[in-house]
């Protein structure tokens, strides 16, 4: 019987690379069928290299200190302890007519991911790993973890 040797399944060290940012562009093959059917208007969290939209907000203006009304928005957060308030705050504005669309870890087995994802937000798990984009070239290894689109629906 073959010993399963997680070593193979993906490189540590260009991984742990990749975790140093969490600014990490979505890449157009992910992001294209998404934004045909959604048709984005504003990028709520984004800096001028990586943003989706032409309307856009950067870490300085502060997406989650914004208002999303009646806008359809594009979010990959940073993942990592932030994306919690990113899911709050799309909830939020989906009471004051957004929808949003996020591409998020799926996190099924926290707390959070049953408290804001499940309750409210329709999920639609990616197939296979993503390669992101960091600084203008896709990244060699794929992300070791599933991704969902969560989407919160205007109300």
Known sequence: MPVFDKEKL?????????????????????????????????DV??????TKCEKYFTPDVDGL??????EICWCNPPYGNEVQKWCKKAI???HNGATTVLLIPCKTNTNWWHDL???????????????????????????????????????
């Open 117 to 155: 994802v499940i309750p409210f937000a329709e999920i639609r798990f990616l197939r296979g790993r993503v390669k992101f984009i960091q600084n203008g070239k896709q990244f060699e290894q794929a992300l070791p973890w599933p991704l969902a689109f969560v989407i919160y629906k205007k109300q």
């Open 45 to 50: 969290c984004a800096i001028p290299e990586n």
């Open 65 to 70: 200190k914004q208002s999303w009304k009646d």
């Open 10 to 42: 993906f490189d540590k060290e260009k991984v742990s690379k990749s975790l140093d940012s969490v600014v990490w562009e979505t890449p157009p093959e992910i992001f294209d069928p998404i934004n045909k059917e959604f048709k984005f208007t504003l």
């Open 92 to 94: 939020q504005e989906s």
